[in-house]
């Protein structure tokens, strides 16, 4: 059976200059892994029993980057699947979008992680190690942009 596993991309808008497009002051959230190749990722993880998908990805970011659901705006219409191999299992991780209400609010990690950034989609996308990842944030910003 396929590992399942839910998350938020999180992203913020800082106030932009005068000059410059909305989506320019968009900055997304990425923890870096504290185990493995210390990869770069949203917060996410596995499915508890009993759990539906949308509630593993808030508490994840909860234990993960101290984030309250009451911080967060689910974003209508952006539902993402990723499938790949983990250890030559199949995973699946379903992610979400969701704004942060207060750009200023504090990240606090869990001992998973062992840093974060806030980042354009640009270094966001460098940090984001993985194909999917990466053309993942890009749908997100493109989906952002069509919304403006």
Not at 20 to 32: A, F, H, M, P, R
Not at 98 to 107: H, R, S
Not at 109 to 117: D, I, R, V
Request: hydrophobic residues 35%; aromatic residues 10%.
């Amino acid at each position: 059976m396929a590992v399942r596993a839910c998350g938020l991309i999180i992203y913020r808008r800082l106030q932009p200059a005068p000059s410059s497009k909305v989506t320019d002051s968009i900055e997304y959230l990425l923890l870096q892994t504290s185990y493995g190749t210390h990869h770069w990722t949203p917060p996410k993880g596995h499915v508890d029993p009993g759990e539906d998908d949308l509630q593993t990805a808030f508490r994840e970011t909860q234990e993960e980057a101290g984030l309250q659901a009451s911080q967060l705006t689910l974003i209508e219409g952006y539902r993402k699947e990723l499938h790949y191999p983990v250890h030559g299992k199949p995973k699946t991780v379903v992610y979400w979008l969701a704004e942060m209400k207060d750009c200023n609010t504090e990240i606090k990690l869990s001992e998973e992680h062992q840093a974060f950034q806030w980042l354009k989609l640009e270094d966001a996308c460098k940090f984001a190690e993985y194909e999917d990842m990466q053309a993942t944030l890009k749908e997100v910003h493109q989906f952002l942009c069509s919304r403006e």
